[in-house]
């Protein structure tokens, strides 16, 4: 993980821990986009572009916060 603890507290602090995942199956499945070279290399079982973590935000307000931020 590169994402420094003092960051996820950070952004915890903007949307609550419990809207952050960090684990490697969901990081995995929100890795992904539809770009021609991303859908090759996970046709080839490679995910070359993992996400540090993912954000559940459960408002406008919350996505608003993110992005500020």
Known sequence: MS???ELLDELAALVGR???ALDGDELSRHGYDAWPLA???RAQGK???LPDVVVF???TAQVS???RW
């Open 18 to 20: 419990e809207a952050l």
């Open 3 to 5: 994402i420094t603890h």
């Open 39 to 41: 859908v090759k290399l």
């Open 65 to 67: 916060r993110v992005l």
């Open 57 to 59: 935000a459960q408002d």
């Open 47 to 49: 995910a070359p572009y």
